[in-house]
C-alpha cells in the first residue's frame, strides 16, 4: 500500500503561519509517506526572500519523494516586466526547474502539469493541449498495472458552496482526457478549501459509471482559508490499496495545536465497480483505524 501527504497553498510571505507549517512538519514525519504531493502558490508574492523561506521548508521534508507544481501566486503579479519576461525564473531557482514532470516511484506514476498562465490569467490558469500530450506519452510509458495520477494548481470542478469558482477553461475536455489515460486521481489546491468529488459530477455521460475522482486540498499554511475552512487548514492523506484508495483529510486545530483527521473517504480501485467489503490485500491497518488512533492522540 502506498500513501501520499498531499498539500497544498503554502504562502509564504506575510499571511503564512509558521506554527502551523510546523505542524504539518511533525504530522508528515508521523505519518511516514511514500511520497509528497505539494500543489501550488509557494509564495504569496514570488518574491525572492518567500521563496528562499519556502526552499528551507521544503529541505525539511526531503528524504521522501516529492511532486511540485507552480500556482498563480508563484508568478509575479505586480512586477509587470518580469511577469511578461520571466515570470518562473524565481520558482525556477528555488523550487524546481521543470514546470511539468513525471514522478515513478513503485506503483505510482504521477504527472504534475503547471497550470499557471501568467500571460493569459490573474487568478485562473490553462491546460495546454501539449501539456495533455505530455501527460499521455508518460502514462503510456507507465509499467503496467501502475495507479496513473494528476497534479494541477487550478481545479477541475467547482467546490459544492455558495463561492461559485470557475474551474480551469476546458475542464470538461480535460477531464475526459484524464478518464481515456486511465487517470484514476487528481489533486489540485487554489480554492483554500478541501471537497472530494467526481469527474461524472461535472461531465456525465451514458456508459461511464467510474470517472476520475477529484481530490482538493485547502490551505495547508496560511491564514487565507475560504468558505467552510474560513481561518483553517488541513491536508489530505491518500492510501493506495490494489482494491481501493482511501482520503483523509486533517484539519488544524489550536487545541492541542497539531493536525487531526476530520472526514475519512473510500472509492474502490478503477477496475473494481463497488468495495470490497473485505479486507484489501496488502493492507495491515485501515485507514479509520489510523484515523482513529490519530484522533485519540488529540484528546
Request: aromatic residues 8%; hydrophobic residues 35%; charged residues 25%.
Amino acid at each position: 500500500m502506498l500513501t501520499i501527504v498531499h498539500g497544498s497553498d503554502l504562502h509564504f510571505g506575510r499571511l503564512h503561519d509558521p506554527d502551523v507549517a510546523e505542524a504539518f512538519l511533525q504530522s508528515t514525519e508521523s505519518i511516514g509517506p511514500d511520497l509528497i504531493v505539494l500543489s501550488g502558490d509557494f509564495t504569496q508574492r514570488a518574491k525572492v526572500r518567500e521563496y528562499g523561506e519556502a526552499r528551507k521548508y521544503l529541505d525539511r521534508l526531503s528524504g521522501v519523494p516529492m511532486v511540485v507544481t507552480p500556482g498563480n501566486h508563484d508568478v509575479p503579479l505586480y512586477r509587470v516586466f518580469e511577469r511578461i519576461l520571466s515570470p518562473y525564473r524565481n520558482y525556477e531557482k528555488y523550487i524546481q526547474e521543470e514546470l511539468d514532470t513525471v514522478t515513478q516511484i513503485p506503483g505510482l506514476t504521477v504527472v504534475s502539469l503547471s497550470s499557471a498562465a501568467p500571460h493569459r490569467a490573474i487568478v485562473n490558469g490553462r491546460i495546454l493541449s501539449r501539456q495533455l500530450d505530455f501527460a499521455r506519452e508518460a502514462f503510456q510509458s507507465a509499467p503496467t498495472g501502475d495507479f496513473k495520477a494528476v497534479v494541477t494548481h487550478h481545479h477541475l470542478a467547482p467546490a459544492p458552496d455558495y463561492e461559485g469558482d470557475r474551474p480551469l477553461p476546458r475542464a470538461r475536455t480535460i477531464l475526459d482526457a484524464f478518464e481515456a489515460m486511465g487517470v484514476e486521481l487528481t489533486m489540485g489546491g487554489h480554492l483554500h478549501r478541501a471537497y472530494i468529488g467526481n469527474s461524472l459530477d461535472v461531465s456525465p455521460s451514458d456508459g461511464r459509471d467510474r470517472g476520475v475522482l477529484i481530490v482538493q486540498c485547502g490551505t495547508t499554511t496560511s491564514l487565507r482559508g475560504r468558505a467552510r475552512e474560513k481561518a483553517k487548514n488541513s491536508f489530505n492523506v491518500i492510501r493506495l490499496a490494489p482494491k481501493k484508495l482511501e482520503i483523509t483529510q486533517y484539519l488544524y486545530f489550536k487545541d492541542p495545536e497539531r493536525f487531526a483527521p476530520v472526514s475519512l473517504h473510500a472509492f474502490p480501485r478503477a477496475h473494481y465497480r463497488w468495495l470490497d467489503p473485505g479486507p484489501d490485500r496488502g493492507e495491515a491497518q485501515s485507514e479509520s483505524s489510523r484515523a482513529a488512533g490519530a484522533l485519540e492522540e488529540c484528546l
